[in-house]
């Protein structure tokens, strides 16, 4: 799976798991040059706490387009150390 955002390749990884419709990548997928932390933070009934992290790339910015949920619930244990991608950022095979 790749994960392509203003026409970058910002995550790869064969070994992605899908939670609620989302592909997570592994945390060391995902491009750091590319990956900027955010003071935004959120809670999910289902996978617990998220922390949010803005893509930048080509000077250009969109922020809290990631998110990670690094004490997930239990439910959600599969996704711990991994990265998903909202809107706007294209995740597609190969």
């Known amino acids: 799976m790749k994960a392509v955002w203003n026409g970058t390749v910002v995550a790869e ?3 992605t798991v899908v939670f609620e419709g989302e592909h997570y ?3 060391d997928a995902v491009k750091p040059q590319y990956l900027l932390p955010s003071n935004s933070r959120s809670m ?4 617990g706490p998220a922390t949010f992290h803005t893509l930048f790339v080509d000077g250009d910015a969109k ?3 990631a998110w990670s949920h690094a004490e997930p619930s239990e439910a959600a244990a599969a996704i711990k150390g991994r990265i998903a991608f909202g809107r706007g ?4 095979e190969g």
């Open 63 to 65: 922020p809290d387009a």
């Open 25 to 27: 990548f592994p945390a």
């Open 44 to 47: 999910c009934s289902v996978k």
């Open 89 to 92: 950022v294209l995740v597609s």
């Open 13 to 15: 990884s064969d070994d």
